[in-house]
């Protein structure tokens, strides 16, 4: 049944600096990815000229998931679940990006990555064994995997690749091949300023391969040095990139928001930060709501920012049902087939 709500996109900015916006967010969300849906395939279209695939498709369900909305599966949940576990290669069990505009550069890793964890979110799980993945299920055979690619800056290693890995990471089960995963990672890492990789700071990378010590229990080397340079990286807008941001500013509060409280490191500085982009972050999103309407991807980026400013400023987001980010949940990576068939592939 479809979750009848009346609040849509683009909200009004007096709703927007209103202790309902979270809740208006969250049904202007859900009925803007009602109105993306394509019944004949199962899956969401990114907007009115990109057609359905697997990134605005997996990106939509994700977007629930964040917005903690009560109905994940609207408008039809068999036929979605269709769509998402029919885009699996049978033979391989890869999952492909679009090439064109709808992968939006993405590899196939990536994908793979994703679709794995909104299987999860709509309780399903991938139909076929990932046979692509045989060669790095030994930790002789993931350390020769990781040592293919340059992971420096401007090399041809993408943590996107890495994050492929993630659901081998969350079934397999194997400690020895989970300490070569992190070792590879680790050994990626910049000594001067504890960001990754060695050459130029990406921060989706450090917050990619933090989040993965944090999930796992760890704490990433030089934590200290991480914080160090995502506070200094942050602009006199109070964000960490150009407007209308994405991703980089996302994983940035992520960063300060998880690991500064969980080390005891320059806590009252990551909450000032923070406190500067929460006080610019409202306007920049009235301002370039059509923007975010148009991709699902960028809108799941906004989507998690304001999830996360909700857990360090609760007052300044009452909301119904609290957001949530579940990057770190290694529960949502988890593949009954890896674990179950992996082995005797």
């Known amino acids: 049944m479809v979750n009848k709500t009346t609040q849509n996109l683009p909200l009004d900015p007096t709703i927007i600096h209103s202790d309902r916006f979270l809740d208006a967010l969250r049904e202007g969300l859900h009925n803007w990815s009602v109105a993306l849906f394509d019944p004949a395939t199962g899956g969401f279209r990114q907007n009115d000229t990109i057609g359905v695939n697997p990134m605005s498709s997996t990106d939509m369900i994700w977007i629930r998931f964040a917005t903690n909305d ?10 979605i679940r269709a769509y998402l576990q029919g885009i699996q290669e049978p033979d391989t069990g890869r999952i492909r990006h679009d090439q064109g505009p709808g992968g939006q550069g ?24 990932p046979r692509f993945l045989t060669p790095v299920l030994t930790p002789d055979g993931l350390a020769r995997w990781f040592d293919s690619f340059d992971w420096r800056a401007g090399g041809n290693g993408n943590h996107h ?26 050994e990626q890492q910049n000594p001067e300023n504890g960001a990754w990789p060695v050459g130029r700071t990406n921060i989706s990378r450090t917050f990619a391969y933090t989040t993965l010590h944090l999930a796992t229990g760890r704490i990433p080397p030089m934590p ?26 996302m994983d940035a509060i992520y960063v300060l928001t998880r690991l500064a409280p969980r080390i005891g490191y320059r806590e009252d500085d990551a909450v000032a930060a923070l406190a500067k982009a929460n006080a610019m972050m409202r306007d920049m999103f009235i301002q370039h709501q059509d923007y975010y309407c148009g991709n699902p991807h960028s809108m799941l980026a906004m989507t998690h920012t304001f999830g996360l400013l909700q857990e360090t400023f609760p007052n300044d987001y009452p909301s119904e049902h609290p957001y949530r980010f579940g990057w770190d949940l290694p529960e949502l990576y988890h593949s009954a087939v890896i674990t179950r068939d992996m082995r005797e592939v």
């Open 70 to 79: 009560q109905h994940v599966g609207d408008p039809d949940p068999d036929a």
């Open 161 to 186: 690749e890495v994050l492929g890995l993630v659901p081998v990471l969350a079934s397999l089960n194997d400690p020895a091949w989970t300490e070569v995963f992190f070792q590879k990672i680790v």
């Open 106 to 129: 993405h590899c196939d890793a990536h994908a793979f990555w994703q679709t794995v964890r909104v299987l999860n979110i709509i309780g399903a799980q991938l139909l076929h064994p």
């Open 224 to 249: 200290e040095k991480i914080l160090d340079t995502l506070l200094e990286l942050q602009n006199d807008e109070g964000v960490w990139e150009s407007i209308p941001t994405r991703f980089h500013t």
